[in-house]
């Protein structure tokens, strides 16, 4: 029996003979998807371009609000952080201004604005921000007397630290917190979590003496 040989290169070459007769044929099709390749190209670069430069220009104004609030201008420091918050949402600029804007409300005793600021941010912040977010929030609901709200947002920021020494101090705030509250159960409850998951943590020694108060000494 036959058989057949195939000579090397002819299936690459048959390809490309049918693929440039499709082409050929279909130039119009062709010159229009080219024509989406390249505006899609440009359109990318011109974004992040585009967004480089916000960031830089955010980081900017965020460095002049900074200032002010290092020189205890708290009012001033909370106007331009406002603008940077407003004018460049989306950028790391924006983020870090939001917390430094809460806490600069916080020292101004204001703490419903910085619960304003915090409470619809807090939850889709950033990993990197969010943790500070809810301690900060939890801080401003504390001051405002809130306290179930306030251990609340400490055990949210506790599960979203991402050091185990922010994670113990944002459970012990949360059991002050349900302490306040009149919730001995939930302040128990959190100060265990830290005898148990943190124990090397400077935490785990106050969380003991804690739960010793509220067991009356039956602390495990």
């Given at each position: 029996?036959?058989?057949?040989?195939?000579?090397?290169?002819?299936?690459?070459?048959?390809?490309?003979?049918?693929?440039?007769?499709?082409?050929?044929?279909?130039?119009q099709?062709?010159?229009?998807?080219?024509?989406?390749?390249?505006?899609?190209?440009?359109?990318?670069?011109?974004?992040?371009?585009?967004?480089?430069?916000?960031?830089?220009?955010?980081?900017?104004?965020?460095?002049?609000?900074?200032?002010?609030?290092?020189?205890?201008?708290?009012?001033?420091?909370?106007?331009?952080?406002?603008?940077?918050?407003?004018?460049?949402?989306?950028?790391?600029?924006?983020?870090?201004?939001?917390?430094?804007?809460?806490?600069?409300?916080?020292?101004?005793?204001?703490?419903?604005?910085?619960?304003?600021?915090?409470?619809?941010?807090?939850?889709?912040?950033?990993?990197?921000?969010?943790?500070?977010?809810y301690?900060?929030?939890?801080?401003?609901?504390?001051?405002?007397?809130?306290?179930?709200?306030?251990?609340?947002?400490?055990?949210?920021?506790?599960?979203?630290?991402?050091?185990?020494?922010?994670?113990?101090?944002?459970?012990?705030?949360a059991?002050?917190?349900?302490?306040?509250?009149?919730?001995t159960?939930?302040?128990?409850?959190?100060?265990?979590?830290?005898?148990?998951?943190?124990?090397?943590?400077?935490?785990a020694?106050?969380?003991?003496?804690?739960?010793?108060?509220?067991?009356?000494?039956?602390?495990?």
């Amino acid at each position: 029996m036959a058989t057949a040989t195939v000579i090397p290169g002819t299936q690459t070459a048959s390809f490309s003979e049918r693929f440039g007769a499709w082409v050929k044929a279909h130039r119009q099709l062709t010159s229009w998807i080219g024509a989406i390749v390249v505006v899609g190209a440009v359109l990318f670069l011109w974004t992040l371009s585009t967004k480089r430069r916000t960031e830089e220009i955010a980081s900017r104004d965020l460095q002049l609000a900074r200032f002010a609030f290092e020189n205890n201008n708290l009012p001033l420091a909370s106007s331009d952080l406002s603008k940077v918050v407003e004018n460049y949402s989306g950028t790391n600029a924006a983020d870090e201004a939001r917390l430094l804007l809460a806490n600069a409300w916080l020292l101004q005793n204001k703490p419903q604005q910085a619960v304003t600021v915090l409470k619809d941010y807090a939850g889709g912040a950033g990993k990197a921000y969010r943790a500070q977010a809810y301690g900060l929030l939890g801080a401003a609901y504390e001051n405002m007397g809130q306290f179930r709200e306030a251990a609340a947002a400490y055990e949210n920021g506790s599960a979203a630290g991402r050091l185990d020494f922010l994670k113990a101090q944002m459970l012990s705030d949360a059991g002050r917190a349900w302490t306040a509250a009149g919730d001995t159960a939930k302040a128990v409850a959190a100060y265990r979590r830290i005898v148990k998951d943190f124990a090397k943590e400077a935490a785990a020694g106050e969380a003991k003496v804690r739960l010793a108060e509220l067991t009356k000494g039956a602390v495990s």
